[in-house]
């Protein structure tokens, strides 16, 4: 025997749609249970924990990034350094070379 009722959830509303194939007709039964529950509050306090993940993402890698800019300005600061104390050993002129 062939199955005539067809049910899938409705994308929209989340309701159970059934179709009967027989006469053509459709209805809409209970909604289906959404994953999270769908409460507001439920909803609200995930976007909260979410917020503050990323702040705390954010925090942690403005502080990786200052670091890195002190480490490297004091790099910059002994290279420039060590450059003023090797003026007499210059690199000969590429155009003295002939």
Do not use: H, W, Y
């Not at 917020?51 to 910059?76: K, M, N, P, V």
Request: proline fraction near 4%.
């Amino acid at each position: 025997m062939k199955k005539t009722v067809f049910s899938f959830a409705c994308p929209c509303c989340g309701k159970s749609v059934e179709v009967d194939t027989r006469t053509g007709k459709a209805r809409a039964t209970k909604p289906e249970e959404k994953k999270g529950g769908g409460d507001l509050d439920a909803l609200l306090g995930a976007q909260k924990r979410e917020s503050e993940r990323l702040g705390d993402l954010f925090d942690a890698a403005q502080s990786s990034e200052a670091s890195d800019l002190d480490r490297l300005e004091e790099q910059l600061k002994r290279a420039k350094k060590d450059a003023k104390n090797d003026e007499d050993e210059r690199p000969p002129n590429i155009f003295d070379l002939d």
